[in-house]
């Protein structure tokens, strides 16, 4: 079950990445699973948002995610300083 204070750790911690590179893991169901990994850009109330470099067209993207994403570990966000995951500090 999801706490509140769950939620807002997670932001608390999100908000810690910004400016840090991580890798984003995605479950797009039925055994799609997509990893990137970019550089935290902002991070709002209810989503964050991760930009992504392409090197073979040198343009850049940015996705945002939505925290219960990561909570309901659709979305996994793994800092690459340390290969931490996020998810997993708030235990």
């Known amino acids: 079950m999801i706490r509140k204070n769950d939620l807002s750790?997670?932001?608390?911690?999100?908000?810690?990445?910004?400016g840090q590179s991580v890798r984003i893991t995605t479950n797009k169901g039925k055994k799609k699973v997509l990893t990137?990994?970019?550089?935290?850009?902002?991070?709002?109330p209810n989503i964050f948002t991760v930009k992504f470099e392409d090197e073979q067209s040198s343009t850049s993207r940015r996705i945002a995610y939505s925290y219960t994403d990561v909570l309901t570990n659709t979305v996994e966000v793994i800092r690459c300083s340390d290969n931490s995951n996020i998810q997993n500090l708030l235990n």
Do not use: H, M, N, T
């Not at 970019?38 to 991070?43: L, N, Y």
């Open 9 to 18: 750790k997670l932001k608390e911690d999100i908000g810690f990445c910004i």
């Open 36 to 44: 990137k990994e970019g550089v935290v850009e902002s991070a709002y």
